[in-house]
């Protein structure tokens, strides 16, 4: 997405802008650092293009900016679960319009900060206060920390995940290390099983590797780099690639569209949201995701 060419809504700074997508307001970030945009809806990143290099982050030429529908790509914020242990699938976070907290900028980079509080709709789907902040500190690397925190006079439990898209030049010749050599298969029955460190994609993969090194490393000889994906406060790493038959059933993503896009997800992995993570009323958890580009 050329986030230059979106039509600004308020200049904020010099280097801050609100700009709108359709139904979607973005906070864009230009610097001479980088390029970054924030959605509004879903307190979601769309984009993270360090100057003069090509984005670490895929975003679907489908994606529906329609205020409604989950975004296809970037960084979606699933909590307070992850994956189908409650409904929405991902929680409902992705879909919940956060606001802005503040932004603050120097020469080192810009760091946004957005908000989502309980709200009449949340209590509907999961009956707790709670305060959500998304730290997006924008530099030479992308660092994302979604700040947790129980609002609520009882304990509360949550699993959740920084569901990074990131953008490849050819899956297929793309090279994954550091996963690990554990992983619960999601397309065999959640069967736990072993295999390599090493992988290259050739299929549909969707799988939660438990024992993730603290460096990912996505070798990408196509658009000659290497990302890194550093995690914390995380229980696991999830791999995902829907293959050409999942990106054809999706009406947000076209048919080649996973060809350029492999997810490496920071997750807290819960089997059921009772044995997920527990806040304390007060307490507070985060999650993180860091994500920097060598030649
Ligand atoms: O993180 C992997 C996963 O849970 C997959 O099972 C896959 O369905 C993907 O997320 C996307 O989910 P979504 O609800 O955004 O279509």
């Known amino acids: 997405m050329d986030l230059h060419a979106l039509p600004t809504l308020t200049n904020l700074s010099n280097c801050v802008s609100i700009v709108e997508q359709e139904n979607t307001k973005i906070v864009r970030v230009i610097h001479e650092k980088a390029t970054a945009g924030i959605a509004l809806y879903g307190g979601h990143v769309i984009s993270f293009q360090p100057s003069g290099k ?12 329609d205020g409604t529908t989950p975004l296809r790509g970037g960084i979606p914020v699933c909590w307070p679960w992850f994956a189908r242990i409650g409904s929405p699938s991902h929680g409902f976070a992705r879909t919940q319009e956060w606001t802005l907290v503040e932004h603050r900028e ?10 989502l509080t309980a709200n009449p709709e949340t209590l509907s789907i999961w009956p707790y206060q709670f305060s959500l902040k998304l730290h997006v500190a924008i530099s030479d690397t992308l660092e994302v920390t979604l700040e947790i925190t129980n609002e609520d006079d009882r304990a509360w439990h949550f699993s959740g995940a920084l569901h990074t ?8 010749q793309t090279t994954t290390t550091g996963m690990g050599n554990e992983y619960i298969d999601s397309l065999q029955n959640n069967q736990v099983c072993q295999g390599d460190d090493e992988l290259q994609l050739t ?19 196509v658009l000659k780099r290497t990302i890194q994906v550093e995690n914390t406060g995380h229980n696991c790493a ?27 997800e920071s997750t807290v992995h819960a089997p059921c949201i009772s044995t997920g993570i527990t ?8 999650l993180k995701t860091h994500l920097s580009a060598t030649d």
């Open 106 to 115: 120097s020469e080192a980079g810009v760091i946004v900060t957005l908000g």
């Open 165 to 172: 898209y990131l953008n490849v030049g050819d899956i297929r």
């Open 203 to 221: 299929d549909t993969i969707d799988r939660i590797y438990t024992k993730p090194a603290p460096q990912i490393h996505l070798h990408d000889p």
């Open 238 to 264: 999830v791999l995902w690639n829907p293959w050409s038959q999942g990106a054809q059933s999706m009406a947000d993503m076209n048919d080649e569209g996973y060809q350029t896009m492999l997810c490496i």
């Open 54 to 65: 090509a984005d670490l982050i895929w975003m679907s030429d489908s994606a529906k900016f």
């Open 279 to 286: 806040l304390q009323p007060g307490e507070q958890y985060q």
